[in-house]
């Protein structure tokens, strides 16, 4: 319930220089820690996971403790990333996993911490571990972590509380055991929430999700630094200013100052876009080709201009892979026979509908004849679409002519000037649209393909009735201040995630997907042939290439009619009567 927005305003009032983002079994808050801090405020950001650590690959999760990832430099983030993504692919059981030794074939830019009341050492100290077995354990971990004892009192999940003695003799071997290994022992605050009364809003959450005694909270509010001295003062004020303060510099020293998310060398271009050898001659030769088939060999200047603005445009952004990617995807469709319909601003550009990824011609009003090539760009009569001109004979051969061209500027698709990236969406029928994904996969590689993520979160409404429905079982007020704080704060925070309908993200072939992102297996469906971005899809708009193959009903349908009438859909005219009526009544006019 603590977003990054807030918790970098917290932080920033206190002067904290350094804030680690360590959510358990996931990183999905990091890109929203780069947008609301890289951005606003001189904080270092320090990208870490607790994660869950079983002893092996194969070990029960039963025996499974936490463990904190941080990472020191890009390597580590990289590595981080694999490990996230290991543990919700190959060692997920039905929980995120990451064996041990996993861990350690991947620790290279990381620092491990030992974690708090549920890591290795805290679970070893409460089970009576002799000092040659504390020992043994300390040597994995570049730091050991503790935590204030009242976080550790009270416990929502069955274990016996312990006492605050116990607690605190438990803090004082750990440091003996740091001490002896040379690691050094580090005082965190546990955050899980900004203020004490957060807690509550915690407890909503919890109950929501059917624990039934959410409503024992510990403290897990953010703690300024006097707080977090009081709650060691046990140890003596040198002690516990080394541990709250000097080992907490120590350990962010340790971190560079600025850790890229994604691929630094990116960072100037919009998008790293996926390599296809020739695509841009392949493109430009079917373009000119198709262009002289339409308009003869001696090209209009009006098609010529056209073509040339349209391939600087492309060439400028490097937009050939995007463009060959489409037209690839609409080929394969039609190659089943199944029409594919463009959206956007796609149609607007006239290499786009020449190489046949749309069928909207962007060209100004003009005649056409497909017998000689005659060609006549200045119309008789004003108009903005070359379908409402009237009927006219080729000079030249007689044949009554095409009439063409929607009139749409090139900048529609492209930008003003020409940089904006081509963003190409496409309706494919329902019947083809995974046989077209699989064949983008194929040609890419199952591991350069993968389906862009979805973040749901609580509507206003569900926070109400989760809120009220807590408030109603415990004795609470509905109206009272705290539910209705409560309530406010659990809206529209994270609750799930799920993956795009249609989208495909596409990485380099010189670039592994963990470069950018960690990812995961589709909800309830380890099936699937496609996993997911563990971050959304918004999160990486502008980083990897996202084409949106979506599936609809309408190229369904036409098919069918087809079918049905064996009429080509291509050639019903659109200026027909019948075509202009079925308009019209369908428009309910």
């Known amino acids: 319930?603590?977003?990054?927005?807030?918790?970098?305003?917290?932080?920033?009032?206190?002067?904290?220089?350094?804030?680690?983002?360590?959510?358990?079994?996931?990183?999905?808050?990091?890109?929203?820690?780069?947008?609301?801090?890289?951005?606003?405020?001189?904080?270092?950001?320090?990208?870490?996971?607790?994660?869950?650590?079983?002893?092996?690959?194969?070990?029960?999760?039963?025996?499974?403790?936490?463990?904190?990832l941080l990472a020191r430099n890009r390597e580590g983030l990289v590595n981080l990333n694999k490990l996230v993504s290991l543990s919700y692919t190959k060692y997920y059981a039905g929980i995120p996993c990451m064996p041990k030794e996993i861990i350690q074939q991947h620790r290279d830019g990381l620092l491990i911490g030992s974690s708090c009341d549920h890591g290795e050492v805290s679970q070893l100290l409460k089970c009576g571990a002799s000092p040659e077995e504390l020992a043994s354990c300390v040597s994995f971990y570049d730091y050991l972590e503790v935590q204030p004892v009242e976080n550790d009192v009270s416990t929502s999940d069955g274990d016996e509380p312990i006492s605050l003695d116990a607690l605190r003799e438990y803090i004082v071997l750990t440091i003996q055991a740091g001490s002896a290994a040379n690691v050094p022992v580090v005082a965190v605050s546990n955050g899980r929430y900004l203020d004490p009364e957060d807690s509550l809003s915690r407890a909503v959450l919890q109950y929501s999700d059917g624990l039934p005694d959410a409503d024992i909270q510990p403290p897990y509010y953010l703690r300024t630094t006097d707080e977090m001295l009081d709650a060691f003062a046990f140890l003596g004020q040198v002690l516990a200013e080394q541990i709250v303060v000097d080992a907490s510099i120590q350990l962010t020293n340790l971190i560079d100052d600025h850790v890229d998310l994604f691929p630094p060398?990116?960072?100037?271009?919009?998008?790293?876009?996926?390599?296809?050898?020739?695509?841009?001659?392949?493109?430009?030769?079917?373009?000119?080709?198709?262009?002289?088939?339409?308009?003869?060999?001696?090209?209009?200047?009006?098609?010529?201009?056209?073509?040339?603005?349209?391939?600087?445009?492309?060439?400028?952004?490097?937009?050939?892979?995007?463009?060959?990617?489409?037209?690839?995807?609409?080929?394969?469709?039609?190659?089943?026979?199944?029409?594919?319909?463009?959206?956007?601003?796609?149609?607007?550009?006239?290499?786009?509908?020449?190489?046949?990824?749309?069928?909207?011609?962007?060209?100004?009003?003009h005649y056409l004849c497909d017998k000689c090539h005659y060609t006549l760009f200045t119309s008789p009569i004003n108009s903005d679409c070359g379908i409402d001109l009237p009927e006219m004979a080729c000079p030249c051969c007689g044949k009554i002519m095409k009439r063409d061209g929607f009139n749409i500027p090139a900048e529609t698709f492209f930008g003003i000037d020409g940089k904006r990236q081509m963003d190409i969406d496409l309706n494919f029928s329902g019947e083809v649209q995974s046989s077209v994904h699989d064949y983008i996969r194929n040609y890419f590689g199952s591991d350069h393909v993968f389906r862009p993520g979805t973040i749901s979160g609580f509507s206003d409404k569900h926070a109400k009735e989760y809120a009220a429905q807590y408030a109603e079982d415990h004795q609470l007020s509905a109206d009272s201040p705290d539910v209705k704080r409560a309530s406010d704060q659990i809206a529209y925070t994270f609750k799930s995630m799920g993956q795009h309908p249609g989208?495909?993200?596409?990485?380099?072939?010189?670039?592994?997907?963990?470069?950018?992102?960690?990812?995961?297996?589709?909800?309830?469906?380890?099936?699937?042939?496609?996993?997911?971005?563990?971050?959304?899809?918004?999160?990486?708009?502008?980083?990897?290439?996202?084409?949106?193959?979506?599936?609809?009903?309408?190229?369904?349908?036409?098919?069918?009619?087809?079918?049905?009438?064996?009429?080509?859909?291509?050639?019903?005219?659109?200026?027909?009567?019948?075509?202009?009526?079925?308009?019209?009544?369908?428009?309910?006019?």
């Open 1 to 68: 319930i603590v977003t990054a927005y807030d918790l970098s305003n917290r932080t920033a009032e206190w002067g904290m220089p350094a804030v680690a983002i360590t959510d358990f079994c996931n990183t999905r808050a990091f890109p929203q820690a780069v947008s609301s801090w890289g951005k606003r405020l001189p904080q270092k950001i320090i990208f870490g996971c607790e994660g869950f650590m079983t002893a092996s690959a194969d070990a029960p999760i039963e025996t499974g403790v936490h463990v904190m």
């Open 265 to 365: 060398e990116i960072g100037n271009r919009d998008t790293a876009l996926p390599e296809i050898p020739g695509a841009e001659q392949q493109l430009r030769d079917l373009a000119l080709e198709a262009a002289h088939e339409l308009y003869g060999e001696n090209l209009p200047d009006v098609v010529s201009n056209r073509l040339e603005k349209e391939t600087n445009f492309i060439a400028t952004q490097n937009g050939w892979p995007i463009l060959e990617i489409a037209r690839l995807a609409v080929k394969k469709s039609l190659e089943a026979d199944y029409p594919v319909s463009s959206r956007g601003t796609v149609g607007s550009s006239l290499v786009a509908y020449l190489v046949g990824v749309t069928t909207v011609n962007p060209l100004p009003p």
């Open 503 to 589: 989208g495909l993200f596409i990485v380099p072939q010189s670039y592994d997907v963990n470069d950018f992102v960690p990812i995961e297996g589709p909800v309830n469906d380890s099936t699937s042939a496609f996993l997911k971005s563990h971050y959304d899809f918004y999160s990486m708009h502008d980083r990897l290439l996202k084409m949106d193959f979506l599936g609809h009903d309408d190229p369904t349908m036409i098919r069918m009619l087809q079918d049905l009438t064996g009429v080509d859909p291509m050639d019903i005219p659109l200026d027909g009567e019948d075509v202009i009526f079925w308009l019209l009544f369908s428009a309910g006019m």
